[in-house]
């Protein structure tokens, strides 16, 4: 359970971030530099954008991975999900099992476009569209 809330805590921090980010954006300043990771702005239209993290305990090889969904697609009202696994090998793993549960809670809640957004760079680019027809 302490892993799901870290989990779930992370990306809320993510989200936060995320929020304030593009708040620094919108001010003029002459020494900010524009982030290249493409804002939630620039998702194409009826995206559903997806915010996801894991923890990974290197002990117990446990990991709690979660999901937090937004975006202007407002009608499918997709609830924030998290879950944990066990026997898990890495960081990495975690992170990839991460963005397949998003998918496929995505994909079962008939999302058609999905923006994922993770803070593991290794793992995917800043952000990636799906377009699922």
């Not at 993290?53 to 009202?77: E, K, M, P, Q």
Request: charged letters at 15%; glycine letters at 2%.
């Amino acid at each position: 359970m302490e892993i799901i809330m870290k989990a779930i805590s992370d990306a809320k921090e993510w989200q936060n971030a995320q929020a304030q980010d593009v708040i620094l954006q919108q001010r003029p300043s002459s020494n900010h530099v524009p982030s290249s990771a493409p804002s939630v702005h620039e998702a194409p239209p009826h995206t559903v954008i997806c915010n996801v993290d894991a923890a990974w305990d290197v002990r117990t090889a446990n990991c709690g991975i979660g999901a937090i969904f937004s975006g202007v697609n407002t009608c499918l009202n997709l609830s924030p999900c998290s879950d944990s696994r066990s026997h898990i090998s890495s960081a990495l793993m975690a992170e990839a099992l991460a963005i397949r549960f998003a998918v496929m809670y995505a994909a079962s809640s008939n999302v058609k476009v999905l923006m994922i957004l993770s803070d593991s760079l290794s793992m995917v680019k800043p952000s990636i569209v799906w377009n699922c027809v």
